[in-house]
C-alpha cells in the first residue's frame, strides 16, 4: 500500500494514512457550484475539513492537496486567478507543501495556464506543484507545454487518455500518459519512463475497456517510427539516382512517372 494515494477527503480516511504510507487528500475548492455538486460542502466547509486532516497527519504522512475546477467551472465559468491565489495563501497557512491545480473539464488553455503557473512559482517557490488536465477540446498537450514552460515538472495523466468526471457535464479523460511522455521525449526531456512498454499497455486497453480510447501515439506509433517507401516512390528515386550518375536529369511527367 505505499505511496497509494487516496483522493477521499474525509477524517476517518486521514486517521488510517499510517497504514497506507504516502497519501494525498483531496477537495474541490475553487468554486462554489463544483464543491457543492462533488462534495455537498461549500468551499468554506471543506477548507475546515481540509485543516483538520492536514492537523492529523502532521509528521506522518504527505498531504497534496487537489484544486479541481482551478482554471474554471461548467456550473460557474471563469475561476479568476486570485480565487486560485487566495486559496493557496490559505493553504500554505495551514501547513499544505503540495498542491495539484486541476482543470477538471478541460476548460482552460495554454496561455491561462502559463500565466496561473508563473504567478504561483513566483509566490511559492518551494511549493511542489502539480498540474491535472483533462484533453475535453483538445488542449490537454498544448497546456502540458505552457505549464513546463512555467517550470511545472509534475503533471497527472492517465494510460489511454481514459477516465472522466461524473459531476463535471461534458469532461473526457485526462490528458493521455503516452502521449505527454511521448511529447516530452520527442522535445528532449528525459522522463525516466519506458515509453515503448507503456504503449505495449496501452494497445491492450480497447480489449480490456471494451472501447477504443482517445491515446494517438499508441495508434500513429512515436514520432521515430518509420515505415517502408512505396515501390513506386523506390523507383522514382532510383531513376532520379542514375540520371545523377549520368549527369542527365528527371522530369516527371503527366502521369507521375520520371522520365530522363
Same mark, same amino acid.
Given at each position: 500500500m /505505499?505511496? /497509494?494515494?487516496?483522493?477521499?477527503p474525509?477524517?476517518?480516511? $486521514?486517521? $488510517?494514512?499510517?497504514?497506507?504510507?504516502?497519501?494525498?487528500?483531496?477537495?474541490r475548492l475553487a468554486d462554489r457550484g463544483a464543491n457543492l455538486a462533488n462534495l455537498r460542502m461549500t468551499p468554506t466547509q471543506s477548507l475546515a475539513q481540509f485543516a483538520d486532516i492536514v492537523a492529523m497527519t502532521a509528521g506522518r504522512a504527505h498531504v497534496n492537496m487537489s484544486l479541481s475546477t482551478a482554471f474554471g467551472c461548467p456550473f460557474e465559468g471563469e475561476v479568476p486567478d486570485a480565487v486560485v491565489l487566495d486559496l493557496l495563501e490559505r493553504f500554505e497557512q495551514i501547513g499544505v507543501r503540495r498542491v495539484t491545480l486541476c482543470d477538471t473539464t478541460g476548460m482552460v488553455n495554454p496561455a491561462q495556464v502559463k500565466r496561473l503557473c508563473h504567478e504561483? /512559482?513566483?509566490?511559492?517557490?518551494?511549493?511542489t506543484l502539480t498540474?491535472?488536465?483533462?484533453?475535453?477540446?483538445?488542449?490537454?498537450?498544448?497546456? $502540458?507545454?505552457?505549464?513546463? %514552460?512555467?517550470?511545472v515538472d509534475c503533471f497527472d495523466a492517465s494510460l489511454g487518455g481514459l477516465g472522466d468526471c461524473p459531476f463535471a457535464p461534458?469532461?473526457?479523460?485526462?490528458?493521455?500518459? %503516452?502521449?505527454l511522455v511521448h511529447m516530452f521525449e520527442a522535445m528532449g526531456y528525459d522522463?525516466?519512463?519506458?515509453?515503448?512498454?507503456?504503449?505495449?499497455?496501452?494497445?491492450?486497453?480497447? %480489449?480490456?475497456?471494451g472501447h477504443e480510447v482517445p491515446g494517438q501515439v499508441a495508434k500513429a506509433g512515436p514520432w521515430t517510427r518509420r515505415y517502408p517507401a512505396p515501390e513506386s516512390v523506390g523507383e522514382q528515386a532510383a531513376a532520379y539516382r542514375l540520371a545523377g550518375s549520368c549527369g542527365g536529369t528527371v522530369e516527371s511527367n503527366a502521369t507521375g512517372q520520371g522520365s530522363a
Amino acid at each position: 500500500m /505505499k505511496d /497509494k494515494p487516496t483522493h477521499q477527503p474525509s477524517e476517518p480516511t $486521514a486517521d $488510517a494514512m499510517p497504514l497506507c504510507g504516502r497519501q494525498g487528500a483531496r477537495t474541490r475548492l475553487a468554486d462554489r457550484g463544483a464543491n457543492l455538486a462533488n462534495l455537498r460542502m461549500t468551499p468554506t466547509q471543506s477548507l475546515a475539513q481540509f485543516a483538520d486532516i492536514v492537523a492529523m497527519t502532521a509528521g506522518r504522512a504527505h498531504v497534496n492537496m487537489s484544486l479541481s475546477t482551478a482554471f474554471g467551472c461548467p456550473f460557474e465559468g471563469e475561476v479568476p486567478d486570485a480565487v486560485v491565489l487566495d486559496l493557496l495563501e490559505r493553504f500554505e497557512q495551514i501547513g499544505v507543501r503540495r498542491v495539484t491545480l486541476c482543470d477538471t473539464t478541460g476548460m482552460v488553455n495554454p496561455a491561462q495556464v502559463k500565466r496561473l503557473c508563473h504567478e504561483v /512559482k513566483t509566490a511559492w517557490p518551494e511549493l511542489t506543484l502539480t498540474l491535472h488536465f483533462h484533453d475535453t477540446r483538445s488542449m490537454g498537450l498544448a497546456n $502540458a507545454r505552457a505549464a513546463l %514552460e512555467a517550470g511545472v515538472d509534475c503533471f497527472d495523466a492517465s494510460l489511454g487518455g481514459l477516465g472522466d468526471c461524473p459531476f463535471a457535464p461534458g469532461a473526457s479523460g485526462n490528458v493521455c500518459t %503516452e502521449d505527454l511522455v511521448h511529447m516530452f521525449e520527442a522535445m528532449g526531456y528525459d522522463t525516466g519512463v519506458d515509453l515503448d512498454s507503456m504503449l505495449t499497455l496501452s494497445r491492450r486497453l480497447p %480489449e480490456i475497456v471494451g472501447h477504443e480510447v482517445p491515446g494517438q501515439v499508441a495508434k500513429a506509433g512515436p514520432w521515430t517510427r518509420r515505415y517502408p517507401a512505396p515501390e513506386s516512390v523506390g523507383e522514382q528515386a532510383a531513376a532520379y539516382r542514375l540520371a545523377g550518375s549520368c549527369g542527365g536529369t528527371v522530369e516527371s511527367n503527366a502521369t507521375g512517372q520520371g522520365s530522363a
